[in-house]
């Protein structure tokens, strides 16, 4: 719309006709949102005609008329009509049509408005004129009038329209959000917040009571997430602040809340079945000469809990308030089984008691840090949302998180049936934390975003002891390879070359032996003139006769002869005529395949004698041929390449003798072994090396500093020549 047209369009906004008036807020909506057509707008009094709508009007020209004050103020503009006179009327007006109005429109335009409002000082560039205009402040006599304002906007995330449900949640961020930044920084944040007069916390809760979270889990685990990622990404994030601010809270006995809190926890232990004798009469406190009436003080009143000390407050530092919390939660949640843990745990010794309280506080602090909960920041949700599409919207979602006071449950639970499956004390308290920290990675960690939270409990209250012990020690082996990782490397290189060597001079210790190979000999028997291939016919016949081979000891020859059995001794390098100089090799093939895994047993021995007791099997199809190249020169005369021709052909009857002689060969000519056998055997020898020298290593090397006195040169004052240094 033209800015020349706007004299006209306020006309029109101010008719008494509501066709004309709804007509001209329709188009009003779709302009108002251009900076220079509103500055002209706002400049012609155009805020008191659209005040005017929102005041009087009903049905679609009422809604029109809240989504064009919305855009306006998206454009940061357009804020003096919540300063001016009678601003205070128009946010009520706004409250009591999110209370009373039905229709979805006029919903969304309304709470869209009262987030901008809430959340202005948060965004605001200059100075606010009007102190309590903005903010939580601004509604507070609203909601004064109509006080089941917060109802309604909670439930409206149970609305079928999107753009209302992401409003309401929205509007629901912008309260959290403001109430929990922007308190006045009373003593340990505990200030009273504008708009209701009260704590924080008890806003908090209140909204809780009402059922946000339920409805937020709900909405996080749908398939609405396109539509409403930014605000559940924000209130994702500030449940993360919210757990911070609790933890940030110091406890202190003397405060009356904490002292009642304390006391729950103490009556909730049943301490009357301690304090009284066994046939039921109240113990009498000796200190008071034993006056009836007079109880006796408990001297493991809180150490009964599991708690270190008689003096628990400074127990609860690393956890805060928030620590205090989730031991009350679970305490009145499962009271019997709290009482029935502890009359169990007091008939054992002290030794081995698990510690409730201590346990309680330790699930806290590691579902803290399981969340990262001191990474989060309020205004997180806006960097996420780069990250588009459904895939990455299931990386980026905890919905667990808002099951916290639950996971925390079940997660104790499981510290309690760890201590007892393991028959762990005292002294063992840490470990069982640590397998707790990892069944909690496992388990919640590897959830998936639409996995309930009861299938989670389940498998926590079920995760198999063994299994974890697995994970656990899975995890010892990945840091102790970040923090060794640059020595273990060298270190296994070395080992591997080691290996390697010591392999190889098994290999060719093989060869040095000697060993037997059948071989398949064929024969032409001549018809007419005795000579087989010339005239004649002849008939194919063929028998098995035997190789033996072995390596000279110098290690230069390989010497060989056939014979038509195997003899009992093995023959002498003088009775096996042939020999090959190993220099003259060219190359060494077989068609052993690289990951046979028959006969797949490893053996530091030859497997001579294992050859010579086997059956024949001329039928073997195991080859290793041995090449050299064709003359003296290694030219051939038709295209000057080289050509290799096989010099001798071995037939292996096992797979462990081809692994054997294949790779002692190739390492006699340096080349790398191919067989699977050998090279699983050096793997073998290359470990069991590692394992050696790490058994060597104690835990504590290199972390802790040498041994005290270490290094200490001794005086020479009062030493004879008879002395001597112990290194």
Request: hydrophobic share 40%; proline share 4%; net charge negative.
């Amino acid at each position: 719309m033209d800015q020349a047209d706007i004299p006209a369009l306020l006309s029109r906004l101010s008719s008494d006709e509501d066709a004309m008036r709804k007509m001209a807020v329709f188009k009003l909506q779709s302009s108002i949102n251009d900076p220079s057509f509103a500055d002209v707008f706002i400049s012609a009094g155009g805020l008191n005609i659209l005040r005017q709508l929102i005041m009087t009007t009903g049905g679609n020209t009422l809604a029109y008329s809240l989504q064009s004050l919305s855009r306006l103020l998206e454009v940061d503009m357009g804020w003096e009509i919540f300063e001016s006179a009678g601003a205070g009327e128009l946010v009520e007006r706004v409250v009591e049509l999110i209370v009373m109005q039905p229709l979805v429109n006029i919903l969304r335009g309304a709470m869209s408005i009262l987030v901008a409002v809430v959340s202005h000082p948060q965004s605001a560039r200059g100075a606010i004129r009007t102190p309590g205009a903005f903010g939580f402040r601004a509604l507070k006599p609203a909601v004064a009038v109509y006080p089941q304002f917060f109802e309604m906007v909670v439930s409206q995330l149970n609305s079928a329209d999107h753009a209302l449900c992401a409003n309401s949640l929205m509007l629901l961020n912008a309260l959290m959000r403001d109430s929990i930044t922007t308190d006045t920084g009373g003593k340990d944040g505990l200030a009273k917040i504008s708009g209701t007069g009260e704590e924080w916390p008890k806003f908090i809760k209140r909204l809780q009571d009402l059922g946000v979270i339920k409805a937020v889990y709900i909405l996080m685990q749908s398939s609405a997430l396109q539509d409403l990622a930014h605000p559940l990404l924000e209130f994702q994030a500030l449940t993360k602040v919210l757990l911070r601010k609790w933890r940030d809270i110091r406890v202190d006995l003397e405060k009356p809340d904490h002292r009642r809190t304390m006391k729950g926890l103490h009556l909730a232990s049943a301490p009357e079945r301690k304090d009284h004798n066994a046939n039921g009469t109240p113990k009498l406190d000796e200190s008071d000469g034993g006056k009836k009436g007079s109880r006796r003080h408990n001297p493991e009143k809180w150490r009964r809990l599991g708690f270190e000390t008689e003096s628990p407050a400074w127990e609860f530092e690393p956890t805060g308030f928030l620590g205090l919390m989730d031991l009350t939660d679970y305490v009145r949640k499962q009271e019997d089984g709290f009482q029935k843990l502890l009359l169990e745990q007091s008939s054992r010794p002290l030794h081995e008691r698990c510690p409730i309280a201590r346990a309680s506080l330790a699930v806290t602090s590691i579902l803290y840090e399981h969340f990262e909960v001191d990474k989060s920041d309020v205004e997180d949700a806006k960097s996420y949302l780069v990250l588009d599409g459904m895939k990455n919207y299931d990386k980026i979602f905890r919905p667990l998180l808002l099951q916290w006071s639950r996971l925390h449950t079940a997660s104790l639970q499981s510290f309690f049936r760890l201590w007892k499956s393991t028959g762990a004390e005292q002294e063992d308290f840490d470990k069982v934390a640590e397998l707790v920290r990892i069944l909690i990675e496992q388990v919640v960690g590897q959830a998936s975003r639409t996995k309930d939270v009861q299938e989670v409990e389940e498998e926590l209250s079920e995760f198999d002891y063994g299994r974890l012990r697995d994970l656990q020690m899975e995890l010892l082996e990945l840091t102790f390879e970040d923090e060794w990782g640059q020595h273990l490397h060298q270190v296994r290189d070395e080992l591997k070359h080691e290996a390697l060597q010591f392999v190889k001079e098994q290999r060719i210790r093989c060869l040095l032996q000697g060993a037997w190979f059948p071989r398949l000999v064929q024969y032409k028997n001549s018809t007419e003139d005795g000579y087989s291939g010339r005239n004649g016919t002849a008939r194919n016949t063929s028998s098995t006769a035997w190789r033996y081979v072995k390596l000279s000891h110098n290690r230069r020859y390989l010497h060989y002869s056939d014979f038509d059995a195997q003899t009992k001794q093995e023959p002498l390098l003088d009775a096996l005529p042939e020999k090959i100089d190993l220099s003259t090799i060219s190359s060494v093939v077989s068609n052993v395949s690289a990951t046979n895994d028959e006969d797949s047993s490893i053996s530091s021995t030859s497997t001579l004698k294992t050859a010579s007791h086997a059956a024949p099997k001329p039928t073997s199809t195991t080859k290793i041929t041995i090449n050299s190249f064709v003359g003296g020169d290694g030219k051939s005369q038709s295209n000057g390449e080289p050509v290799e021709r096989a010099i001798l052909t071995l037939m292996p009857p096992t797979h462990s003798l081809a692994s054997e002689w294949l790779d002692g060969l190739l390492m006699l000519l340096n080349q790398a072994p191919i067989t699977a056998e050998t090279n699983k055997l050096v793997t073998l020898v290359s470990e069991y090396g590692l394992k050696i020298r790490l058994l060597n290593v104690r835990l504590d090397d290199g972390y802790a500093g040498p041994p005290e006195g270490a290094g200490v040169v001794p005086d020479r004052e009062g030493l004879d020549d008879d002395y001597y240094y112990e290194v």
